[in-house]
Structure formats: C-alpha cells, structure tokens
C-alpha cells in the first residue's frame, strides 16, 4: 500500500531521542525551549509556546484571546474537526464560514457577507479560524483586513501549512493573525509524534498562553502576585491544563526542523510531478495562490464528475494507493447535527468541493515513478468508471 502520507525519520531523529532518554529530563528539559526557538526562527515569529498537541494549542489560544461563554468562533466547514471543537471546549459558539470554491479555503466574500449580516444581528464572532488546506494559505489580506474593520481576532490553523509562505511573509510569523498553529503529527510536514505549537508576536498572549498549557502554574519570579514563601513556592493563577510537550518529542521536533527546507523542497517537486502528470486527466489540482509558495502537506484533485468519487476511491485502494477525503464538513458530523441547529446545504460550496475532492498520496519518501504509477492508475480507472458510469 502506498500510504497518503508518512514520516520521515532518520537516525539524527532517532539518536536525539535516545540523547534526551540517557539525560536528566524526560519533560521540561531543555529541548522544548529549543524546538520553540528553532520554529521561531523558521516561521519569523517572535514567541512559541509548545504543546502535546494543535488541538490543544488552539484551545489555549482561543482561552488566551478571551473566548468564552456567550463568544462566537467561525472557521472554515473543510477542516479537521478540531479547528472548531475548540470554540466549544471554551463554551462558546462555533460557526461556519462557506469556502472558496477553488481552493476549499475560507472564503473572504462569504466571510464580508456574513459579517455585515452578523453585525446588523449584533453577532460578531470574537475570533476568526481560517485553516490554510493542503498547507495552501488562505487570502489573509482579506481576511486580515475585515478583522481590523470588524474587530475580532485571528487564530491561523496552521497544522498543513510549515514551511510555506504568502505575499512574501513566512506562514507562523503572524504577520497577518494574532496567533498561528501548527501540528506535528505524524502525517504532517514536520513531526514530534504528538504535538503542536502556538506562535505569536505578542508577549502577552505568550505568557497567557505558556501559563494555561501547565495548570495556570507559574514559578517565575516576575510573574508572581504576592512575596514568595521560600524556593519552593509557586502560584496557580488561573484554572489551567497540563497540555506539555514531552522533551522526548520535542528533540524529536528540533532534529527534523534541520529538515524542513528539504521536507518543503521535495513536497514541492512531486507536486509538479503531480501537476504534469495529471494535466491528462479530467481532474484540477487544488492549487495555491499565486502569492504564495505552499508546504504541499497535501495533494489534492477535484473531478470532474463527482459521481466517480466513491468508485475511484474504492478501486485506487484496490490498486494499493491510499488515497484520502480531507475533509467531511464538520457540522454536518453526527455530533454537531444532534447538538446545533445546521441544516444540510448551510454551505453549499464546501459541500460541492467535499463531494469532488481526492487527496492522493503525497509524502517524502514517494519517488518520481511512483506519481506516475498513481497518475496512469487514475487515469485507468477513471476511464473505466465513465465507461460503466455510460448506463446511468
Ligand atoms: C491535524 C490537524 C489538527 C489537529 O492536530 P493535532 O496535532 O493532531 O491535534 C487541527 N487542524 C487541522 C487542519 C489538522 O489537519
């Protein structure tokens, strides 16, 4: 089986993690504070706080950025389920923002539509969560500047898109969000095993942010509200989570950080494989913008004719290519269907792009050959398909 996406580890990585085994520290070495300097670095951000996981980095950014009960977050309906779960780990409200229906990015006219609407019901959302697909930016000008007119906050998650780059800035230096998120599981372009990290250029939502992932708990003298009893004493100061990234994962995050220019490279070149390839076949990559150079932390095709999917996916499987759907639209998930109030067709174009979309295997240790084998797999099947499709 050829897997959609895979880690690449070295025995750089593996004799990092050995190093940290053999050391004093489990957690809370020194390995977390330099993972997080070395992703400032690559991403131009000025702070990182590391976490066990994206998911939770965005629920403390959403907690650090005030939302609570009575708030509303919007994302995007094309993501993982997590960038709105987060809303509701808060107590607020989550809703959807319809995509583009090109890029399956959130998309900034439906985003400017929806806000005059909410305003007019006095219902802004307090913080916006548009997620940069395939590692794709969204069009965050835009979006950026209707967050200024409108007054809410910005959470870019991220969890695709290390490595890549829009209008010129790095992707994580905040340049146009107050927070930025990036995931390092297995699948994605950089890997800690679990993890994820929040960026950010305020020092304040750093410190907010460094305090919720360990119980609200603080031992630095600075941050201290009252004379300190002795060296033992510490203060929790809000009702925080123990959300740490182990120093076991975070050596193994440093080590592949030294990989990510060359992660990015070769993603970058199978795409344009890819892009050959397919430009004989009835599907369109999901490209980027033109402003921007992609991570490609997935390789992603639209159909033309929809009706094919399940069909192809099936028979690509066959054929010992993983293939993949990114994503359901997650309010029309069980869990959001029997607990809010969104109907099916809520957001007719991320239900459209959900209904056309492939992603096909796209990772590291894919070779030249093997795209083309992908590439006239497809191209076989789906002339098979049309021809049984002839019938209906
Ligand atoms: C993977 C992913 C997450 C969650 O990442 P974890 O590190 O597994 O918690 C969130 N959002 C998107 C878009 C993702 O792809």
């Known amino acids: 089986m050829i897997p959609y996406g895979k880690q690449d580890i070295n025995q750089s990585d593996i004799d990092a993690v050995v190093e940290v085994l053999q050391s004093d520290w489990l957690t809370q070495g020194p390995k977390v504070p330099a993972f997080e300097k070395a992703v400032c670095e690559a991403s131009g951000a000025n702070y990182a706080v590391a976490v066990n996981s994206a998911t939770s980095a965005l629920h403390i950014a959403c907690l650090a950025l005030g939302v609570g009960e009575g708030d509303v977050v919007w994302t995007s309906p094309i993501t993982f389920v997590a960038s709105a779960n987060c809303a509701l780990y808060c107590g607020a409200q989550v809703d959807f923002v319809d995509v583009d229906p090109v890029t399956g990015n959130m998309c900034a006219v439906a ?3 929806k806000l005059n609407i909410a305003q007019s019901q006095g219902k802004l959302p307090k913080v916006v969560i548009p997620v940069h697909l395939c590692g794709h930016s969204c069009d965050m000008e835009a979006i950026s500047r209707l967050a200024r007119e409108f007054g809410f906050k910005l959470i870019e998650d991220a969890s695709h898109g290390i490595g890549g780059s829009y209008q010129g800035k790095r992707i994580g230096s905040c340049a146009f969000s107050d927070i930025t998120v990036f995931s390092f599981h297995p699948v994605k372009i950089v890997t ?5 990290m929040a960026l950010t250029n305020s020092s304040e939502l750093a410190e907010k942010m460094a305090l919720l992932r360990s119980h609200g708990i603080t031992k630095a003298a600075a941050l201290m509200t009252r004379p300190t009893e002795g060296d033992w004493y510490y203060e929790q100061q809000q009702l925080g989570f123990n959300y740490r990234m182990t120093d076991l994962q975070a050596a193994l995050g ?11 490279q070769t993603r970058n070149e199978l795409a344009d494989t890819y892009r050959d390839a ?30 094919q999917r399940r069909q192809l996916f099936d028979a690509m499987r066959r054929s010992g290519i993983q293939v993949q759907v990114h994503y359901f639209p997650v309010y029309l ?18 239900e459209q792009f959900y209904q056309s979309i492939l992603t096909l295997p796209l990772h590291c240790h894919l070779t ?4 083309q084998f992908i590439v006239s797999q497809l191209k076989a099947l789906m002339d098979s398909t049309a021809n049984t499709d002839g019938g209906h």
Request: net charge negative; glycine share 4%.
């Open 278 to 307: 397919l430009a004989q076949v009835s599907a369109s990559v999901v490209e980027p913008l033109s402003d921007s150079h992609s991570a490609w932390h997935l390789m992603m095709v639209r159909l033309d004719v929809s009706a």
């Open 111 to 113: 985003l400017e539509a």
């Open 368 to 371: 030249d050959a093997s795209v």
């Open 333 to 350: 998930q069980p869990y959001y269907q029997s607990n809010y109030q969104f109907q099916e067709g809520y957001c007719p174009q991320a």
């Open 192 to 196: 800690s095993a679990e993890g994820g």
């Open 254 to 264: 440093l080590s592949q950080m030294a990989r990510l220019e060359t992660f990015v």
